[in-house]
T-cell receptor
Framework: KQEVTQIPAALSVPEGENLVLNCSFT??????LQWFRQDPGKGLTSLLL?????REQTSGRLNASLDKSSGRSTLYIAASQPGDSATYLC???????????FGAGTRLFVKA | SAVISQKPSRDICQRGTSLTIQCQVD?????MFWYRQQPGQSLTLIAT?????????ESGFVIDKFPISRPNLTFSTLTVSNMSPEDSSIYLC??????????FGPGTRLTVT
C-alpha cells in the first residue's frame, strides 16, 4: 500500500531564502508525482508534474526532482516571497491505477 | 489543463439535512473524483465517478451517505446526506487528464451545526 510522507510538517523562513520541501513514498512503482499548492480554505493548484521517466521539472522559481528508486522527491523554491506562503502537497499516482495518494503537506510561512 | 467550478463555494447547514455539491468541468473527462479534506488534514478520496456507471466508493464511504451522480462527461454532483458536525469539511472535485495529471476545483467549505 502506497504511503506518502512529507517533511517538514511546517516551515518558517525569511523572505529571499531558498528552501527545499521533501516528499517520500514507499512504493517506487509510480506513474507520476505531482506537487500542489493550497491556500487556506481553497482548492489545490497544480505546480509541477513529474512523470516516472523524468528526473526533474522546472517552472519559474520552482524546481521539482524525482528519484524513483529511493522513493523521494524534493520541491526547491528559490528566492522565497511572502506570496509563497501556503501548504504544499505532494501526490503520487501508482502504476496500473489511477488513484492518487496525497501526503499530509508542508505548511510554509515566508516572513517579510 | 482543465478549469473546474464548484457550487456552492461554502454553506452552513443544520444537522440532519442534506447538501448537494455541483462540479462543472470545461472539457469532457472520463473520470471525476470527489475528495474530502477535514480541518487540518490532507485529502481523502471519497469516490470515483465515471459517466454512465455507478460511482466507486473508497473504504469508509457509502452510497447512502454520499450519493453521486455523473449524468455527462462534464458534470457531477456529490450529496452529503443526513449531515452531522463530523461532516464539516472542504469537499473537492477533481479530474485527471492525459498522463494522470490532476486538476482540482476551488472546493466547497461545509459547516454543519
Amino acid at each position: 500500500k502506497q504511503e506518502v510522507t512529507q517533511i517538514p510538517a511546517a516551515l518558517s523562513v525569511p523572505e529571499g531564502e531558498n528552501l527545499v520541501l521533501n516528499c517520500s513514498f514507499t512504493d517506487s512503482a509510480i506513474y507520476n508525482l505531482q506537487w500542489f499548492r493550497q491556500d487556506p480554505g481553497k482548492g489545490l493548484t497544480s505546480l509541477l508534474l513529474i512523470q516516472s521517466s523524468q528526473r526533474e521539472q522546472t517552472s519559474g522559481r520552482l524546481n521539482a526532482s524525482l528519484d524513483k528508486s529511493s522513493g523521494r522527491s524534493t520541491l526547491y523554491i528559490a528566492a522565497s516571497q511572502p506570496g509563497d506562503s501556503a501548504t504544499y502537497l505532494c501526490a503520487v499516482s501508482s502504476t496500473g491505477g489511477f488513484k492518487t495518494i496525497f501526503g499530509a503537506g508542508t505548511r510554509l510561512f515566508v516572513k517579510a | 489543463s482543465a478549469v473546474i467550478s464548484q457550487k456552492p463555494s461554502r454553506d452552513i447547514c443544520q444537522r440532519g439535512t442534506s447538501l448537494t455539491i455541483q462540479c462543472q468541468v470545461d472539457s469532457q473527462v472520463t473520470m471525476m473524483f470527489w475528495y474530502r479534506q477535514q480541518p487540518g488534514q490532507s485529502l481523502t478520496l471519497i469516490a470515483t465517478a465515471n459517466q454512465g456507471s455507478e460511482a466507486t466508493y473508497e473504504s469508509g464511504f457509502v452510497i447512502d451517505k454520499f450519493p453521486i451522480s455523473r449524468p455527462n462527461l462534464t458534470f457531477s454532483t456529490l450529496t452529503v446526506s443526513n449531515m452531522s458536525p463530523e461532516d464539516s469539511s472542504i469537499y473537492l472535485c477533481s479530474v485527471q487528464l492525459a498522463g494522470y495529471e490532476q486538476y482540482f476545483g476551488p472546493g466547497t467549505r461545509l459547516t454543519v451545526t
